[in-house]
Every structure is written in structure tokens, then in C-alpha cells.
Nanobody, 120 residues
Framework: VQLQASGGGLVQPGESLRLSCAAS????????MGWYRQAPGKQRELVAVVTSGGLTNYLDSVKGRFTISIDNAQNMVYLQMNDLKPEDTAVYYC???????????????WGQGTQVTVSS
């Protein structure tokens, strides 16, 4: 199983970006997918997570600005980021708890990072 993230870039404060992450390979089902971020000198933190059923959870600092969504048919997860702030600058990583076979707990997979820079 591979996760491929895309959509990062350089934007000004207040602007928007949409990150995408595609899961490919032998996939029976996806339990949940999420986005983490890591800023220079800081630990990686969970930004948002979504279950296959659509339940979501967000880091407090992004609530109301970021929206995570999942496309189960396409094995895709998205992170719509609005009203971006300089403190959102980080490398963003997608991950997923993915089952390669039915009725198994699944394993955690990580995508490569995509850089998001918010600066005027």
C-alpha cells in the first residue's frame, strides 16, 4: 500500500489550499485516514482525521478553518485549508489505517510529506 500526497505550496495569509492523498495497492478497506504536520523544531501533530464513515476530529487551532473529507470509492482523503495562517506552515503528511485483507485490524501507512508555507 502506498499513499501519495499532493497539493502543498506557498500562499499568503488568509488564502486557501487543498491537500490530496491517494491510497493505492492492495486495499480491502480503509478504517480511517488523517493528516499530520511537522513544523521545524516541533513534534509531528495530528491535524485532522476522518473515519470511513465520515466521523471527523480536528486539532483545536484548525477548527472552523480546515475540513477533512474522504472518498471511499477512490481511496482518497482531502484536507481543505482556508484562512491559512503563518503558524500553519509545516510539512503535511497523510496517513491511513488500511486493511489489506478483510476482517483484520489493518496497518498504518504514511505518505511522503508535502510542504505548506504561509507567508506574506
Amino acid at each position: 500500500v502506498q499513499l501519495q500526497a499532493s497539493g502543498g505550496g506557498l500562499v499568503q495569509p488568509g488564502e486557501s489550499l487543498r491537500l490530496s492523498c491517494a491510497a493505492s495497492g492492495k486495499i480491502a478497506s480503509i478504517a480511517n485516514m488523517g493528516w499530520y504536520r511537522q513544523a521545524p523544531g516541533k513534534q509531528r501533530e495530528l491535524v485532522a482525521v476522518v473515519t470511513s464513515g465520515g466521523l471527523t476530529n480536528y486539532l483545536d487551532s484548525v477548527k472552523g478553518r480546515f475540513t477533512i473529507s474522504i472518498d471511499n470509492a477512490q481511496n482518497m482523503v482531502y484536507l481543505q485549508m482556508n484562512d491559512l495562517k503563518p503558524e500553519d506552515t509545516a510539512v503535511y503528511y497523510c496517513n491511513g489505517l488500511i486493511r489489506r485483507r478483510a476482517f483484520t485490524p489493518g496497518d498504518v501507512y504514511w505518505g511522503q510529506g508535502t510542504q505548506v508555507t504561509v507567508s506574506s
